[in-house]
């Protein structure tokens, strides 16, 4: 990110991260359907694979959070 300070570019990243958590959730449903229904196993594959998909989106949050965390750092006295 070059341009930390421009409030717009934050915002869409905030924005942005939304939309990833809606369909990571959707896209896991849809997975988790097709493993339970290959696999019968009663809504553990759903349950499991949005699990995991939001393990893993909260890492990429984390990621995504270090510059502003930094930037925080920097500007305090």
Same mark, same amino acid.
């Given at each position: 990110?070059?341009?930390? *300070?421009?409030? +717009?570019? *934050?915002?869409?990243?905030?924005?942005a991260?939304?939309?990833?958590?809606v369909f990571?959730v959707?896209g896991?449903?849809?997975?988790g359907?097709? /493993?339970?229904k +290959?696999? +019968?196993?009663?809504?553990l594959?759903q349950?499991?694979?949005?699990?995991?998909m939001?393990?893993g989106w909260?890492?990429?949050? /984390?990621?995504l959070l270090?510059?502003f965390?930094?930037?925080?750092?920097?500007?305090?006295?």
């Amino acid at each position: 990110m070059k341009d930390k *300070n421009n409030p +717009k570019k *934050n915002g869409l990243v905030f924005v942005a991260m939304g939309f990833e958590l809606v369909f990571l959730v959707l896209g896991g449903q849809l997975l988790g359907e097709m /493993l339970d229904k +290959k696999y +019968k196993l009663g809504g553990l594959g759903q349950g499991g694979v949005i699990i995991l998909m939001m393990f893993g989106w909260f890492y990429h949050l /984390l990621i995504l959070l270090k510059p502003f965390m930094e930037d925080d750092k920097s500007e305090d006295p």
